[in-house]
């Protein structure tokens, strides 16, 4: 198109030049005759056209200014670009296989990242390193433990010594073999209540049994024996019978430096078990009595008479008659008989002293000298 004033869109390029081709010129065909310079001007003023000769100057501005306006226009065509490219985002996009599989990668990297970030924080943490260190410890020790059990159940500490002390009863090879210890076994592996209790069950004349390992390689069976307490008539034979009521011997005379008991009936017993009566409340008694003799070391009585069990009667050293009355306060009683016939009385002196009354709270005690006391029967 041939520049015009008035409606050229850039002004600056308004006083640019028309190349050549622009400028209106007869065709070879139209058979008119060319018009003269004159003509020109007046049909390009006409027209529009400035009245300008073409010249070979002119022709090169004229070629310079097309293809200044010929020259793409960027702005434009950044603004269709955008355009485009918000109508391709907003048209929605089937994801592939692809995109998912890399989602769910990243996913997973993801997590794992957490994962580290969560271990390297727990690291650091120092309650639980403290932690950490006292399962350590605590393994280590428990493995330590394991192996020194193991060592010393099967290398170490196997016996080679076993000593027996408290007995004259008994040989000591008896009592081994009823321990059922041997050298060779290990020290830490006897059954120590079983050996006792099999000891005390077989040997009646055992009042307790006591073992003990001395390391690295001893054992050592120490036997208390019961001396007898007292002993009883069934009628034929005599029954030795411990401050228990443990029956340990039975003989046809009596051969024991022990006190004689009168009015209780025995039923038939086992030498080894406990005695028992027909009065089940006698060997109670018996117990609570001679224990308390056997705790405060009174030793010199001859004879105990629980014919009445709230009278009870004993002959102390064949001189003189006790009388207990009751089982109450027991071990009282017998504590009182043993400081007055040691430090009050005389080593001569006879008679009948009586404790029924005597306790912690009257302390009421009463001797009545007899010189017709004998040793046969204690006083009613």
């Keep these: 198109m041939p520049y015009q004033g008035s409606n050229n869109q850039n002004p600056k390029k308004r006083s640019s030049l028309p190349s050549q081709g622009n400028v209106p010129s007869h065709s070879k065909n139209s058979g008119q005759p060319p018009k003269s310079s004159l003509q020109n001007r007046v049909s390009s003023k006409s027209n529009g056209y400035y009245p300008i000769s073409p010249s070979p100057v002119r022709k090169r501005v004229n070629q310079q200014d097309s293809a200044v306006n010929n020259r793409p226009n960027t702005t434009s065509q950044k603004k269709v670009q955008r355009t485009q490219s918000k109508r391709n985002n907003s048209e929605p996009r089937i994801p592939s296989n692809s995109d998912s599989e890399q989602k769910i990668n990243k996913a997973k990297e993801f997590r794992e990242l957490q994962k580290k970030k969560l271990r390297s924080a727990k690291n650091l943490n120092p309650r639980i390193i403290r932690r950490r260190k006292r399962l350590k410890a605590a393994a280590i020790l428990v493995f330590l433990l394991v192996v020194a059990f193991v060592l010393s159940t099967t290398v170490f500490f196997n ?46 004349f055992v009042d307790s049994v006591e073992i003990k390992r001395i390391l690295p390689s001893t054992v050592e069976i120490h036997v208390n024996e019961a001396p007898v307490a007292y002993t009883i008539n069934d009628g034929s034979e005599y029954y030795a019978v411990s401050a228990q009521g443990r029956v340990m011997e039975k003989s046809e005379k009596n051969i024991y430096k022990a006190p004689t008991l009168i009015g209780a009936k025995m039923l038939p017993t086992e030498i080894g078990s406990l005695i028992s009566y027909k009065n089940t409340n006698v060997g109670v008694i018996l117990s609570s009595l001679f224990c308390a003799l056997k705790n405060n070391n009174v030793t010199k009585i001859t004879k105990v008479d629980i014919s009445d069990l709230s009278k009870i009667k004993m002959i102390y050293n064949n001189r003189i008659n006790v009388l207990l009355g009751t089982p109450d306060d027991m071990d009282y009683k017998i504590r009182t008989v043993r400081l007055i016939a040691t430090q009050k009385l005389e080593p001569t002196d006879r008679g009948d002293l009586d404790v029924s009354l005597s306790n912690s709270e009257t302390k009421a005690s009463y001797f009545l000298p007899n010189y017709d006391v004998s040793s046969g029967t204690a006083s009613k």
């Design 159 to 204: 016996i080679n010594t076993i000593q027996v002390s408290g007995t004259s009863k008994y040989k000591q090879d008896q009592i081994i073999d009823l321990s059922k210890i041997s050298n060779g076994n290990n020290l830490f592996l006897l059954d120590i209540k079983g050996a006792e209790q099999n000891i005390y069950s077989t040997l009646p």
